[in-house]
């Protein structure tokens, strides 16, 4: 089973930049989709990106498109969420998730649809 540890959240103001990371240890890493979910307090888990096995697929959430990028290194078993122009709206607990479903058989934003979660990293957009 594959073990998903995030990085890289942090207090920034608004209009600045992070990069968030997800560690994966197994061998089958390479093998799977990546997701990017977040949740703010009081609010469900929504979906944020998303990612193919070999990174040439991508879907985003209308709500951070153009903003933040997704990418994988294979290599590191790493996926990684840059995130620009971050607005206080953005303020939540950021998890990386294993994509259980082949790329292209679903919509790939759905939390149902995804295992092994990380433990989350908090991000928090000063206004």
């Known amino acids: 089973q594959v073990q998903l540890v995030e990085s890289g959240g942090g207090l920034v103001q608004a209009g600045g930049s992070l990069r968030l990371s997800c560690a994966a240890s197994?061998?089958?890493?390479?093998?799977?989709?990546m997701g990017w979910f977040r949740q703010a307090p009081g609010k469900e888990r929504e979906f944020v990106a998303a990612?193919?096995?070999?990174?040439?697929?991508?879907i985003y959430a209308d709500s951070v498109k153009g903003r933040f990028t997704i990418s994988r290194d294979n290599a590191k078993n790493t996926v990684y969420l840059q995130m620009n122009n971050l607005k206080p709206e953005d303020t939540a607990v950021y998890y990386c998730?294993?994509?259980?479903?082949?790329?292209?058989?679903?919509?790939?934003?759905?939390?149902?649809?995804?295992?092994?979660w990380g433990q989350g990293t908090q991000v928090t957009v000063s206004s």
């Open positions: 197994g061998r089958t890493f390479s093998m799977y989709a």
């Open positions: 998730a294993l994509d259980t479903v082949p790329w292209g058989k679903s919509s790939h934003s759905y939390p149902g649809d995804f295992g092994s």
């Open positions: 990612i193919s096995w070999s990174g040439g697929s991508t």
